[in-house]
């Protein structure tokens, strides 16, 4: 299962050539990230106070293919590629849209372990991750 989140470039987000700056590429991964976890019916706030359990990045990877510019209209893609013990790892798509065609920006991936709040590997809460592993591949996930 793939969560897709639509955005429009902002002038704040691009460097002094115009172009995207490479650390937003990130920032739209986890913006990604947190709108999955909403498609699943969890609000990624409400897990960290209710049950509390983080999802902090301890690995994250990012190819770039094309340059994303101010105003562009991207999409961005995320999905659950594994979930093992308290290892969690999602992919991403950032996508151009226009009329005429769609191009890959770029393309990645963040790991997560998770953790409590004193940062001790915890499982994470079943009913999110029932739901994850179900929109995983039935070979990535265990």
Known sequence: MTATTR????YAETDQMGVVYY??????FELGRVEFLRSLGFDY????????CILPVV???????APAR????ICIEAFPLLLR??????GY?????????????????TVHVVCDRQLERCPLPEPVAR????????????
């Open 7 to 10: 955005v429009r470039v902002r």
């Open 23 to 28: 650390a937003n590429y990130l920032v739209w």
């Open 45 to 52: 706030s409400r897990m960290e106070t209710e049950d509390g």
């Open 59 to 65: 690995e994250a990877r990012c190819r770039y293919r």
């Open 70 to 73: 101010y105003d562009d209209s």
């Open 85 to 90: 013990g308290s290892v969690l790892k999602f």
């Open 93 to 109: 798509r950032i996508l151009r849209e226009t009329d005429a065609e769609t191009t890959l920006l770029a393309e990645g991936e």
């Open 131 to 142: 739901l994850i592993r179900a929109a995983i591949p039935a070979a990535e996930s265990s």
